[in-house]
């Protein structure tokens, strides 16, 4: 038992709404509806279709995703791929073939808020 790290699967024919939460890694090969959330990997596979708003570490799609993702560490869109909406990580990585229609903000900053009485105190 060297690799303590846990793998999850949700196969090509279940379909799932609802509330995520794991530890370790996911792999998605049927249907999600709802939200997402996890300090591990979540991995959609080329038959997995999400319909979700996703917080991880790590995203790797290969399937269809509808909804917002934020990832902590990085977001690989493999080949035929498809993202329908934002993507908020440090590291983003799209491979040919791959799709994203939304926008994409690799600042890292999810706490810092402009302060507009910043440039109140310019002469």
Known sequence: ????QEQTFLGK???????????GT??????FEGQINTSGTLII????EIKANIQAETVIC???VKGDIIASKK???RPNSIIIGNIQSPSLNIEV???????CDMSHNKTAEPNKQNGSNKR
């Open 97 to 103: 073939g791959a799709k994203l229609d939304g926008k």
């Open 1 to 4: 038992m060297a690799n303590n």
């Open 26 to 31: 996911l792999c998605i090969d049927g249907a």
């Open 13 to 23: 024919d279940a379909s799932f709404k609802g509330e995520l939460s794991f530890e």
């Open 45 to 48: 596979s080329e038959t997995g």
């Open 62 to 64: 290969e399937g269809m």
């Open 75 to 77: 977001v690989e869109l």
